[in-house]
């Protein structure tokens, strides 16, 4: 019997796959992180663990009418890696520099497509994480063991987008569509659409439906802030003018958005009326000078309390002065066989609706951890920096900004991961955990974000289930200040946070 059960034993060992460092996502987030790890400790073996079948993460989720980003390109894109084309990018074009980095560092060996996880444990004896998988239609898949995991999945549900239950909805007998679920044969030529929301989806899909629809309709329960301007720039215009080499534009154009997201975060909180009626001017240079913001265009939060909508050459706004867009803010009382109702008693007839009403957030992916046979309850979990967490060894996520381009967080994340394992090596340590000094002991948990700094909707609902901050300590929660962040390279890796075994 002990024969057998040590082939058994011997047989699971040959069945999991170890490696020193587990990513989990293929998206900017993973592809950027293996990167600087595959760069920066090229000593440490590495898989990276993907659900889909493609990279790209939410450019490889989203394919509604006019996909693109909402930030520059120069701060979106990676530091390491020169962005040549407009600020503004399609997902076409952020998929294909995707790619180029992927082939460049030969990091397509190391993802494996298809790959469900499922659970992820730490054993504290092993100093190791074991992660089950399934593939994506739910047979058992490889198990794989790792000393650090690295969490790139993101934070939202690829899978299940945020749809609210409307009165009526199925009765309705056109086209009901949630963007994140865009089928793209779907035609829409000579259609009268309606688009639920005003974000930045709504701001993207409606100019790209406009071209050939009928008319488009923006449905919004409140206004948004919208940010126009050409899709250029003209400092890299003239430094690639003047013969500048692309390396160095990229790094010249990155500090220089940089420089305007910092002074446009700060007057945002410092004078937020003025930053209104710039914004205000920019949309005229566009939608016409005699462009009435009243009642559409006003929001009633402050600018980048929630973020900005970026519409590049003012192409919505373009739409709207030609007659081809128009705005209505109001709520839905009920969905007819033709359209909506709303609460003002006002009907849009509709022949596709879409519904652009953000997504549902997915706290590590939805994926089931333990510590030591104990379940992590993420929401009861104080947070170090956004990146760590209270009694969860050896794990980093990448959570980005909201009022700052996504990637920069996952360049900073990426040098102090690789400088917490040369730290880890130098101490011959197995195991890095954070913990709560015994001063902080009494510190209330309190939300992730709180409510007057960054509150959309999305954020909002599910804001519980997140994990959490640690009173309101600047360590002890995850910022939105990328200008503050610049200091995660003097962070003490020897602090009483630290605690290595």
Known sequence: MAEVMERQAQQQAQDVEAVDVLIVGAGISGIGSAYHLKTQCPDKSFLMLEAKDDIGGTWHTHRYPGARSDSDLYTFGYRFKPWVGPPIATAEEINKYLRAVVADNGLDKAIRFGTVITRCSWSSTDKRWTVETRTRDGKPGQTYSANFLWMCQGYYDHENPYLPKWPGMETYKGLLVHAQKWDETIDYAGKKVVVIGSGATAATVIPAMADKAAHVTMLQRSPTYFFCYPNRSDLADKL????????????CVRLDYLALGKALDRRSREEPDMVFEELKAMIREYAGPDFEFEPHFTPRYRPWQQRLAFVPDGDMFKHIRAGKVSAV????????????????????????????????????????????GKAVDWSQTPTYRGMMFAGVPNMIWVFGYFRAAWTLRVDLVGDFVCRLLKQMEAKQAGEVEIVVPEALADQPLTPWIEDDNFNPGYLVRDMDKMPKRLGDLPEWRHTQDYWREEELPAIDLDGPEFSYR
Request: hydrophobic share 45%.
């Open 240 to 251: 690639r003018e003047i013969g500048v080499d692309e390396e160095t534009v990229h790094r």
């Open 329 to 372: 803010t109001d709520t839905i009382d009920h969905f007819t066989a033709d359209g909506i109702k709303l609460a003002s008693g006002e009907e849009l007839k509709a022949d596709i609706v879409v519904a652009a009403t953000g997504f549902k957030l997915l706290v590590m992916g939805g994926i089931t951890f333990e510590v030591d």
